[in-house]
């Protein structure tokens, strides 16, 4: 099984940046699909990216409307760890981010991936 920790989350302003790193330990991130969801309070846990990086199935990439065109998801192969790069930061992007590994197929629901980090509240101020 893989063991995953994020970190990075803060407070920003409207329109200021942040990168969420997701450091991951155990096994390759080759192995899984990662993605990342966030869950503001009173609400469900939603999908905000996801990415294939298993070699024999290539790259495939989704983004959820909310943050298409301003987060994006990458990873660094020597580091073994996956970030979620976030641009336009807006208010109502305010939630815990957790980053999460799923070792079947490439899914954008929480309950297909397996393996979940602890993770990391990202407050946007307007």
């Known amino acids: 099984q893989v063991q995953l920790v994020e970190s990075g989350g803060g407070l920003v302003q409207a329109g200021d940046s942040l990168r969420l790193s997701c450091a991951a330990s155990g096994r390759p991130l080759s192995s899984y699909v990662m993605g990342w969801f966030r869950q503001a309070p009173g609400k469900e846990r939603e999908f905000v990216a996801a990415r294939t990086f298993r070699t024999w199935i290539g790259g495939t990439t989704d983004y959820a409307d909310s943050v298409k065109g301003r987060f994006t998801i990458s990873r660094d192969n020597a580091k073994n760890m996956v970030y979620l790069q976030m641009n336009s930061l807006k208010p109502e992007d305010t939630a815990v981010y957790y980053c999460?590994?799923?070792?079947?197929?490439?899914?954008?629901?929480?309950?297909?991936?397996?393996?979940w980090g602890q993770g990391t509240q990202v407050t946007v101020s307007s």
């Open positions: 999460a590994a799923a070792n079947r197929f490439f899914s954008v629901v929480p309950a297909d991936y397996d393996y």
